[in-house]
């Protein structure tokens, strides 16, 4: 099991930027996955982007690409989230998320995903 800690989410204005961080433990990453997804109010959880922890594949939503920036940092085990040009339809629950990869499949499938962290709230005000 992996466990999952996010933070970085606050308030920003549309057009602003946030970073959002996720430190895994636990687990030795080589084999594993990270994705971050969303859930509005009212709105399932959807998938926003995922890296492949061996290798650097990455997946992004069609809704945030040229805006969100999925990235790593291996010394640190932590996972990053840059989102820039910031709409208020981006206002969400973030959660980070941890899956077993062996260099093929699907990234942005949530059901494929075991390890969840807590989530960080992420609002971009109009």
């Known amino acids: 099991q992996v466990q999952l800690v996010e933070s970085g989410g606050g308030l920003v204005q549309a057009g602003g930027s946030l970073r959002l961080s996720c430190a895994a433990s636990?687990?030795?990453?080589?084999?594993?996955?990270m994705g971050w997804f969303r859930q509005a109010p009212g709105k399932e959880r959807e998938f926003v982007a995922a890296?492949?922890?061996?290798?650097?594949?990455?997946n992004y939503a069609d809704s945030v690409k040229g805006r969100f920036t999925i990235s790593k940092d291996n010394a640190k085990n932590t996972v990053y989230l840059q989102m820039d040009s910031l709409k208020p339809e981006d206002t969400a629950v973030y959660y980070c998320?941890?899956?077993?990869?062996w260099g093929w499949g699907d990234l942005s499938r949530l059901v494929d995903y075991g390890d969840w962290g807590q989530g960080t709230q992420v609002t971009v005000s109009s």
């Open positions: 998320a941890a899956r077993r990869y």
């Open positions: 890296i492949a922890w061996s290798g650097g594949t990455t």
């Open positions: 636990g687990r030795t990453l080589s084999t594993y996955a």
